[in-house]
Nanobody, 119 residues
């Protein structure tokens, strides 16, 4: 099992910034199996969607809607992933979920953190 603890959500005005953090914990065996770490979001009435993802070797993928505004990074030694969100828009309002994907194809999810962007 892998446990994920998220932090950094909150309320911000449009144009502002927030930084989300997600720390993974568990057995060394499971932590060493983590490949991709990332963030998804789900707005009311919408499906959960990928925001950004980063693999252990640093390859990244972003949703088109956040390219140029969001940055993802990770510290492998701390099993932690960060999402730096700049130039936030009201449409970025959602619950953001941390996700990790392991080499043996397991998905783990955090409990989610609310991000609200006011206009």
């Amino acid at each position: 099992q892998v446990q994920l603890v998220e932090s950094g959500g909150g309320l911000v005005q449009a144009g502002g910034s927030l930084r989300l953090s997600c720390a993974a914990s568990g057995s060394i065996f499971r932590l060493n199996a983590i490949n991709a770490m990332g963030w998804y979001r789900q707005a009311p009435g919408k499906q959960r969607e990928l925001v950004a993802r980063i693999t252990r070797d640093g390859s990244t993928k972003f949703a088109d809607s956040v390219k140029g505004r969001f940055t993802i990074s990770r510290e492998n030694a701390k099993n932690t992933v960060y999402l730096e969100m700049n130039s936030l828009k009201p449409e970025d309002t959602a619950v953001y979920y941390c996700n990790v994907y392991t080499t043996d194809r397991y998905d783990y999810w955090g409990q989610g953190t609310q991000v609200t962007v006011s206009s």
